[in-house]
């Protein structure tokens, strides 16, 4: 049947059952992936997969259940287990079922261009990439992944009080991680970008980018460790922002978990940084007109000036402090409960080039790649030592590249100790994480800087 068919039948069968409010969501998701290895396909892997969760409020409580078929049989399993399931939640606050805001955005986040985008011409562009690559330095020696993903989703929100929302998203992205080989050094570079717009992947651009981020890296040497002047490199800067990105929850702070608990109003870095969350930006790849409990998304100031303006909710953690949701309830899918995220958020950039960041630093060092995020980073106490790759700067001139080091601080007091920003704005979606987060390079007063 189909999904108004299964809803009308489904909260008919809720209310006999002694279900209030009642809720829909429906998603189905198609992925394509495909890696290439010196010009044969490694694996590919095309998917398609749909389901629907039923949130509804018995005798007080929201009971969950979801299933992945539209049939008579799901009916009775969805009410059966939601019914089951709400005997169990004990929070003093419970989640409501949503009427729907005054008014949404208009945002069109999907490209039937790039819906026409056929798979051989996908593989097509990961071959040429692939050719440029190894045409561009004899140095080069293969590449340690080299991968194009495509996904289109669609999401759907209907409710007993009337709400019914819908909405489609795309978007294409390459990963490329070349390896090059000088004697017995060995390096690798990396390039990732998501987009909507399959015309802007030029092949010889994206191997350049890649092939010189590897090669840059050999002749690497030792520097004193001490603090330094630090250069967030956008990369570098964006992935550290996206591992400390929950302090900013309210779902997490209620828990205690962000030493931004009752923070808001108050300064908490610098006043040249602003942290917007953006969900209508053209080119974001979590943009959407609706959150996963139907409240309309909003533009929204996190940092202003460095003041900390809002922390991000649903309308749960909204309720238990006294606010207005700001459209950040998100479900990982249809299977998952509700919590916080961002959408599209990012450091605000300015004009100052990257070129110009590097040129004002006497002594420093650039951070273009960091690794063991997850590991090395408290976000409760906002404390990281974290491995990271780049350059050591001299009078303003990148000298060579550095040893593997660590760099150390603290979260918080980084905040505090940003000296300038860039204009270069790139965004990222690295492994396992929750929103798409952006930043420009920053340059940081001083870090503790240890190299191997």
Known sequence: MNLQEFKDKLFQLGEEHGFTDMELYYEREEKFVCELFKGEIDSY?????????????????????????????????????????SKFIEDEVQEEI?????????????????????????????????????????????????????????????????????????????????????????????????????????????AKHAVEEALSQLYAQSAESKNYPVLLRNDAASALLQTFIPVFSAEITQKGQSALKGKTGESIAVPLLTIIDDPFLEEGLLSSNFDSEGAATVRKDIVKDGRLVTLMHNRKTAQKDGVESTGNAYKASYKGALTVAPTNLHVVPSDQSYDALVSSISEGII???????????????????????????????????????????????LLNNIEAIGSDLEFSMGFMAIGYIGSPSLLIRELAVTVE
């Not at 969805?78 to 089951?84: G, M, Q, S, V």
């Not at 190894?134 to 992944?145: A, F, H, K, L, Q």
């Open 367 to 413: 951070i273009t790649e960091l690794s063991g995020l997850h590991s090395g980073a408290n976000t409760v106490s906002g404390d990281f030592s974290i491995a990271a790759n780049g350059y050591y700067v001299k009078d303003g001139k990148v000298q060579n590249a550095v040893n593997q080091m660590t760099i150390a601080g603290n979260f918080y007091e």
């Open 98 to 206: 949503f009427a729907g805001s005054e008014k949404y955005g208009e945002g069109n986040f999907y490209s039937a261009d790039l819906a026409e985008v056929t798979i051989p011409e996908k593989i097509n562009l990961l071959k040429e990439i692939e050719k440029h690559i190894y045409s561009y330095d004899e140095r080069v020696t293969g590449t340690d992944y080299f991968m194009l993903s495509s996904g289109e989703t669609e999401k759907a929100i209907l409710n007993s009080k009337g709400l019914n929302l819908s909405e489609k998203v795309n978007h294409v992205g390459i990963y490329v991680s070349v390896i090059v080989k000088q004697g017995d050094q060995v390096k690798n570079g990396v390039y990732s970008k998501f987009t909507r717009d399959f015309s802007i992947l030029n092949p010889k651009e994206i």
């Open 45 to 85: 892997d095309t998917s398609e997969v749909f389901g629907t969760s039923f949130r509804g409020l018995y005798k007080g409580k929201m009971g969950y259940a979801f299933t992945e078929k539209l049939d008579e049989e799901s009916l009775s399993y969805l009410i059966e287990n939601a019914k089951e399931n």
